[in-house]
């Protein structure tokens, strides 16, 4: 029913149980958002998503509180033997020696993943007195010393110090089965370990097999590898496995008031797509230009600009695209933390593949499809940080092809002035707009009055010019603003007539 339907859907509200999958996808012709009201897109297709310029959204933060409350639920039920208790004094019994258990006081508390869920969970261990340690390779330090956690770098190192291990991770390849037989084996003798966050991320049998040697002294998981569990086979549901495991089924989120908070966030920012609107939230952008600062912007409509130049001036298949970012403007922590993209690019770079690609394929590709794009045609990217002296910032784009190289160097003036600054180490200065008439000439007397002569007989009207020179070269690069484009024939004289090694227009009066 649904690929019967979903050729004409703008946006999609969807929950885990629904795959978007390829098939899904490719009669999705009018889909511009999917906004999952929940935290995991597992079942998402995101790359081909963004190959077709769908943006996917969740609701992250929606429920964080919840989440972290069943994690502490979770590991209070645990160490304290609850439910075990429970079921004991229904069935008539008062054996409380059989259920002596731990205080959380001073005990040290591993959480694998310190986001947002993670944090919460710290702020609530700190409370109880614990020592909170952290494995996480994404964070700053300073973000776990605010909240009081020691951060680690050596996972199972980590593991083999800790009282009660809990999980906050998100479901990525890098991910998928950290907890298996050889990070188990780390664990302190006794350990307890709480996994409330994707199913995947633990090798069940693994985690049986520590719980029965004595490994691990309990588990506690709201999630499994495979939804509903299929108890009678399931490692953790064995006979033997009852007084060591509390069992819960996926209710992380499962509070009134996340219920409420996740759909109110899903479908805030799926309407924010579709009206223009800031959004937030989007797990398949490489970063969201919205919430750049202008001097960003001013830059990412520069790279991309460079790019298309570029790639308009190259006659041969790409092979590199490297960026050179210099100055305090590219410093922002503004690329991807989107685990699931198989790139990390800077926000300057994405533009700059946008740029050089459209010349192929089109103004149509987006910020979503072009890395993948550039993945798939094999084009190496290459990325360099560095001071710039002559301007506070300033970038330097090269794009390499089988045989030729072209180069730009170009800054945004404190006015807001997108300016390029050389081409091919000739020193030019223009600002990138309108349409643009490039040559490569002999350093000629005469040569510039040809050119002016027969654009003025093709009706064509020069706005502004520069030309750079190179010591000994004996050639120059020049650069004319032109009103309208050239027609075909007068391109031709101009090769022919004006003594030029090259000549490109590039149309850059569309909306940039």
Not at 14 to 23: E, F, H
Request: glycine share 10%; proline share 4%; hydrophobic share 40%.
């Amino acid at each position: 029913e649904l690929l019967d339907i979903i050729g004409d859907v703008d946006a999609l509200v969807t929950r885990s149980g629904t795959p978007l999958d390829g098939d899904i996808l490719s009669k999705a012709g009018k889909l511009k958002v999917v906004a999952r009201a929940g935290v995991g897109v597992d079942n998402i297709d995101l790359l081909e998503a963004s190959r077709k310029g769908v943006i996917i959204i969740n609701a992250p933060t929606g429920n964080t509180l919840s989440a972290a409350d069943h994690t502490m639920a979770l590991m209070l039920s645990l160490i304290r033997k609850i439910p075990q208790a429970f079921n004991s004094i229904q069935g008539g019994e008062w054996k409380r020696s059989n259920f002596v258990g731990y205080q959380l006081k001073g005990k040290k508390l591993l959480i694998i993943g310190l986001g947002r869920i993670g944090s919460e969970v710290a702020r609530r261990a700190r409370s109880f007195g614990m020592e909170v340690m952290a494995y996480d390779p994404y964070i700053q330090p300073n973000r776990a010393e605010a909240l009081g956690a020691e951060l680690l770098v050596d996972l199972e190192g980590a593991m083999a110090r800790a009282d009660v291990i809990t999980l906050h991770v998100p479901m990525t390849d890098e991910t998928r089965g950290m907890i298996c037989k050889k990070t188990l084996k780390a664990c302190k003798k006794g350990s307890f370990l709480i996994n409330c966050a994707r199913g995947g991320l633990v090798d069940e049998d693994a985690c049986a097999h520590a719980l029965r040697e004595g490994r691990l002294a309990g588990a506690a998981f709201d999630v499994y590898s495979s939804e509903p569990p299929v108890t009678v086979s399931h490692p953790l549901f064995a006979e033997d496995m009852r007084s060591r495991v509390v069992l819960t089924p996926h209710l992380g989120a499962n509070t009134y008031e996340a219920q409420s908070s996740v759909a109110n966030i899903a479908v805030r920012n799926l309407c924010g797509v579709l009206e223009g609107q800031p959004y937030e939230h989007a797990v398949n952008l490489p970063f969201l230009e919205h919430s750049l600062e202008q001097g960003e912007k001013e830059f990412l409509s520069l790279a991309r600009k460079i790019a298309y130049i570029a790639g308009n001036m190259l006659d041969q298949p790409v092979k590199k695209l490297k960026v050179v970012m210099r100055g305090p403007v590219f410093r922002g922590d503004n690329r991807s933390v989107c685990f699931e993209l198989p790139y990390k690019y800077s926000p300057f770079s994405i533009a700059s593949l946008k740029g050089l690609l459209e010349v192929y394929h089109g103004k149509e590709l987006t910020y979503m499809s072009a890395p993948l794009m550039a993945m798939e045609r094999g084009l190496e990217v290459e990325e360099i940080m560095g001071e710039s002296r002559t301007y506070e910032n300033l970038l330097e784009i090269v794009v390499e092809g089988e045989k030729q190289n072209v180069s730009f160097r170009a800054t945004v003036t404190e006015e807001g002035k997108k300016r390029i600054l050389s081409i091919n180490d000739y020193p030019v200065d223009f600002v990138p707009e309108s349409v643009l008439l490039l040559f490569h000439n002999h350093d000629r007397p005469g040569v510039i009055g040809k050119i002016g002569t027969l654009l003025g007989a093709a009706g064509v009207n020069i706005a502004n010019f520069t030309l750079g020179r190179k010591e000994g070269s004996g050639l120059a690069l020049g650069v004319m603003q032109i009103d309208s484009d050239i027609p075909g024939e007068a391109m031709e004289k101009l090769v022919e007539d004006a003594d030029l090694v090259w000549l490109k227009m590039i149309d850059l009066r569309e909306e940039w």
